[in-house]
C-alpha cells in the first residue's frame, strides 16, 4: 500500500486515531488514574500528618491546601486529557461512517443530471450487507445491488479511489448498447424525451431522456454528435472476452459475483464500458441523497434514484 493510498483512506487514517486513543483512554482509566489516586492518597496522608503535627505545635493552618493538593495530583496530564475526550467521539464517527452512512462529494459530471458537481451525497453503507472496515469484507449478506441503483465502489483499476455510477447490469444479464439504446436480456428500455438538459459548467446543451431500467425511472443526458463509444479508451480488464465492440455500442454478459456500472452522463463518463466489471468485494454501499451543495442550497434534501 503506497503512502498516497494510506492518506487517500480516511477509513484507515480513522482506525488507527481510534485505536491510538482508545489505548490511551483504556490505560488512563484502568491504571493511570489508579496511580495518580494512589500518589494522591499518600501525599494527602502526608500532609495531614504535617498538619496535625503543626496544630500541636499551635500553627493555625489554611483548609483549602488540602483540596487544591488533591486537585493538582489527580488532573490528567494534557496529552491523556485531549486522547481521552476524543476517543469516543472517533469511535462514533467511524462506527457511524463503517456500518451506517458516509458521506462522499460529487467530483465530476459523470452522473449528471442526477448528480451534479459539488453535490455531498449519503451512501448507505448495510444496504447491501455488513462489512469489515478498511478490508471491506462482507460479513453479513443482506441484499444485492439491483439494476437502477446508484452505488459507490472502489476503482477496479485503483482500489484507493471511489467511483459512483448506475448498476445497468446483474450477474447473468445480457447488455447490450446500440445507437445509445439500452437492452437488456433482449428487452429494449423505454426512453422519453423531455427538454435539453443545460450542463452548468460547459454550458452546453445535450439531449435528455427519461430512461426506465427496471421500473427505475432516471434521467440521462447524451451528446448527439459523440459516438456510442470511443474504442480507443477501451482497456484490458478481467472478462474482457464477455464482450464484444464495435463503432455502433457494444455487448456484454455480466459474469457472476459482478456488475456492470454506466454514468448517466452516457457520453462524458468513464465507465464499464472501458474499465470493465465492478466485483462484489469493491461495493461501498448505495447512494441516496443529498444532503448538501455549497452552490446550489436547492439541492439540499434531495433523493435520488
Avoid at 484502568?30 to 494512589?38: E, G, N, T
Avoid at 457511524?96 to 453535490?119: A, Q
Avoid at 472478462?239 to 454478459?253: H, R, V
Wanted: overall charge positive.
Amino acid at each position: 500500500m503506497t503512502l498516497q493510498s494510506i492518506l487517500g483512506n480516511f477509513a484507515l487514517i480513522l482506525f488507527v486515531l481510534m485505536v491510538l486513543t482508545g489505548i490511551i483512554w483504556f490505560l488512563d482509566r484502568f491504571y493511570l488514574r489508579v496511580q495518580r489516586r494512589a500518589k494522591a492518597d499518600a501525599a494527602l496522608a502526608a500532609f495531614d500528618a504535617r498538619n496535625v503535627k503543626l496544630r500541636a505545635e499551635g500553627i493555625k493552618l489554611e483548609s483549602s491546601g488540602r483540596a487544591e493538593l488533591e486537585a493538582n495530583l489527580l488532573r490528567q496530564p494534557t496529552w491523556v486529557e485531549y486522547s481521552g475526550s476524543f476517543f469516543p467521539v472517533i469511535a462514533m464517527v467511524f462506527f457511524l461512517r463503517s456500518f451506517l452512512y458516509e458521506p462522499f462529494k460529487i467530483p465530476s459530471s459523470s452522473m449528471v443530471p442526477t448528480l451534479l458537481v459539488g453535490d455531498l451525497i449519503l451512501v448507505n453503507k448495510f444496504t447491501y450487507g455488513i462489512r469489515l472496515p478498511i478490508l471491506n469484507k462482507k460479513i453479513i449478506d443482506i441484499n444485492s445491488p439491483q439494476r437502477g441503483d446508484v452505488m459507490v465502489f472502489k476503482y477496479p483499476k485503483d482500489l484507493s479511489l471511489d467511483y459512483i455510477k448506475r448498476v445497468v447490469g446483474v450477474p447473468g444479464d445480457k447488455i447490450v448498447y446500440r445507437n445509445k439504446r439500452l437492452s437488456i436480456n433482449g428487452t429494449a428500455l423505454t426512453y422519453t424525451a423531455l427538454p435539453d438538459y443545460l450542463n452548468d459548467d460547459s454550458l452546453n446543451y445535450s439531449k435528455q431522456f427519461k430512461e426506465n431500467l427496471s421500473s427505475v425511472d432516471h434521467k440521462i443526458a447524451v451528446v448527439e454528435q459523440a459516438p456510442p463509444i470511443n474504442l480507443s479508451g477501451v482497456q484490458d480488464f478481467p472478462f474482457k472476452d464477455n464482450c464484444s465492440f464495435n463503432p455502433g455500442g457494444f455487448a456484454c454478459t455480466v459474469p457472476d459475483g459482478q456488475y456492470f456500472m454506466m454514468g448517466d452522463n452516457r457520453d462524458n463518463s468513464e465507465d464499464s464500458r472501458y474499465w470493465g466489471f465492478v466485483p462484489d468485494q469493491n461495493i461501498v454501499g448505495k447512494a441516496f441523497l443529498v444532503w448538501m451543495n455549497l452552490g446550489n442550497l436547492k439541492r439540499i434534501g434531495t433523493f435520488f434514484d
